[in-house]
């Protein structure tokens, strides 16, 4: 079990900036799939991105494309999520997740959660209209 913790919630008008990280324990960190998703109140858990282990590829929910950065540090164990031109929309709760093993399938799997098998505990975004 790879354990994971978020930092970087906070309250931010629209139209601002906000930068997460995730910090994830073990050695293997470059073998690990990253991801983030986020849930609204009374909504479920979406998928926001993603960043595969070395390559890197990275995907996006079409919502965040082109506001969104995600990126990684193999040496540091640590993983982002750049977040610009907030919206209210994108206010919820934050979690990252990684996967612990490789998959060929990772294209078809990057924004599914149920491929995660690690999550952190989730840090509070709030844009303010």
């Known amino acids: 079990q790879v354990h994971l913790g978020e930092s970087g919630r906070g309250l931010v008008q629209a139209g601002g900036s906000l930068r997460l990280s995730c910090a994830a324990s073990g050695r293997a960190f470059s073998n690990y799939a990253l991801a983030w998703f986020r849930q609204a109140p009374g909504k479920e858990r979406d998928f926001v991105a993603a960043?595969?282990?070395?390559?890197?590829?990275?995907y996006y929910a079409n919502s965040v494309k082109g506001r969104f950065t995600i990126s990684r540090d193999n040496a540091k164990n640590t993983g982002d999520l750049q977040m610009s031109s907030l919206k209210s929309e994108d206010t919820g709760v934050y979690y990252c997740a990684v996967r612990s093993s490789r998959s060929a399938s990772y294209t078809a799997l990057a924004s599914s959660a149920g491929w995660y098998d690690s999550w952190g505990q989730g840090t509070q975004v709030t844009v303010s209209s």
């Open positions: 960043i595969d282990w070395s390559t890197p590829r990275t």
